[in-house]
């Protein structure tokens, strides 16, 4: 007999015997729509391990990256006031410095009639005042008219208001009054306590009122780290979890912190979230503008736990098989997040108590 025709009969009785027992398999399982019923005496119910959902404690962890950031109100921008020239500094790179210290002096043509202008209207009040007050005294003893009397008044309240506004000039650019004098150059100071972490000052250059800034202070012993969150991780995380973060700089050193703000606002692009952490940066690891890595320990909660091999997927969708009795079994939708390897959390879809196939459901599959 012909070897080809012996191989080629054996080919056939092979694929005739393998179609016979996915026939007599197909045919131990029943389905109808979103529900399987399986013969009693199917091998198929062997191959399964079905599980009770229960509640277990756990901490989501999630990596994402985040960007160094000054914290709100810890930086300034130390710019001139008035167009002028500089005539003196007081600071130097990495020199620390408390709120109100002068970082330098400045020249100004400006500044010199802002001052003319605040003793003027000093000057000006106080004689004001000074002779309302003794208007009262003559026109109590009779001697001066009620007229003179609400006249100087009048002239009292106007001259008070216009010292004032001097005053509220001076203060918007961080001009002491009690300290001025005609001719003194302006000292410009620092708002914060902090160190210099910018420096752009020349003794004797000429620089204008919408300069860049001349000097930055930052107070940089706390800082913020600014992380994207994907929108899967929102129900994770909440204000004051600890959170670690590394950085290139130093891949082993853990650096903590803590979640200080969970933003509001969705980015429609990426599909995240802005959170901010809090870090303690008494070592200076944390450069302003560095990029590093976040890693996110929620607080300990109660989660569905199910092993990976109890999800099945269809399309974009996951779902798990649910037992409704003895070889009845009803496919459920599930939203899941992975928690590792081997295991992911049910976020929605299956609760508590409920019979859930987690081996031997691809048996099943529709």
């Known amino acids: 007999m ?49 599980q009770k959902a229960q509640w277990q404690d756990y901490s989501a962890e999630f990596r994402t990256v985040g960007t160094v950031r000054p914290v709100s109100g ?6 001139p006031p008035f167009a002028g020239r500089i005539t003196k500094t ?25 001052t003319k202008a605040y003793f ?10 000074t002779n309302y007050h003794r208007q009262k005294e003559l026109t109590a003893h009779g001697v001066a008219s009620q007229k003179d009397l609400e006249q100087a008044k009048n002239e009292a309240t106007i001259a008070a208001r216009e010292f004032e506004q001097s005053k509220a000039i001076l203060q918007i650019f961080n001009i002491d009054a009690a300290s001025l004098q005609m001719g003194q150059p302006l000292k410009v100071v620092s ?27 930052a107070d940089l012993s ?16 909440r204000p004051g979890d600890r959170v670690e973060v590394f950085t290139d700089a130093h891949p082993d050193k853990t650096i903590w912190g803590a ?24 070592d200076r690891d944390l450069k302003l503008g560095m990029f590093c890595e976040v890693h996110f320990l929620s607080s300990p909660a109660k989660a569905i736990i ?23 079994f009803v496919r459920r939708k599930v939203e899941t997040e992975t928690v590792s390897r081997d295991d992911v959390r049910i976020i929605s879809g299956v609760t508590e108590g409920e019979p859930v196939v987690t081996k031997g459901g691809i048996f099943l599959n529709m």
């Open 74 to 79: 810890k930086l300034a921008e130390v710019a």
């Open 120 to 129: 003027t209207a000093q000057s000006a009040n106080e004689l004001a005042q």
């Open 222 to 237: 706390n800082v913020w780290v600014a992380a994207l969150v994907k929108e899967k991780y929102f129900g994770s995380i």
């Open 191 to 217: 708002p914060i306590t902090g160190e210099v972490v910018g420096y752009n000052l020349t003794i004797g250059s000429y620089v204008k009122e919408d300069s860049e800034p001349l000097a930055v202070v």
């Open 259 to 282: 979640i200080y703000y969970i933003g509001e606002m969705l980015d429609e692009e990426t599909r995240s979230l802005e959170v901010i952490v809090e870090c303690k940066n008494t």
């Open 306 to 328: 199910l092993p990976s091999a109890a999800i099945m997927q269809e399309q974009d969708n996951d779902y798990v098989l649910i037992e409704l009795s003895k070889g009845r």
């Open 90 to 114: 007081f600071v130097r790179l990495g020199k620390r410095v408390d709120a109100g210290s002068p970082v330098f002096e400045l020249g100004s043509p400006v500044f010199y009639e802002a």
């Open 2 to 50: 012909n070897k080809w025709f012996i191989v080629a009969s054996l080919c056939v009785i092979q694929v005739s015997c393998k179609q016979h027992n996915t026939t007599q398999e197909n045919s131990d399982i029943q389905y109808k729509g979103d529900t399987l019923v399986i013969k009693e005496n199917s091998p198929v119910l062997e191959q399964l391990i079905v």
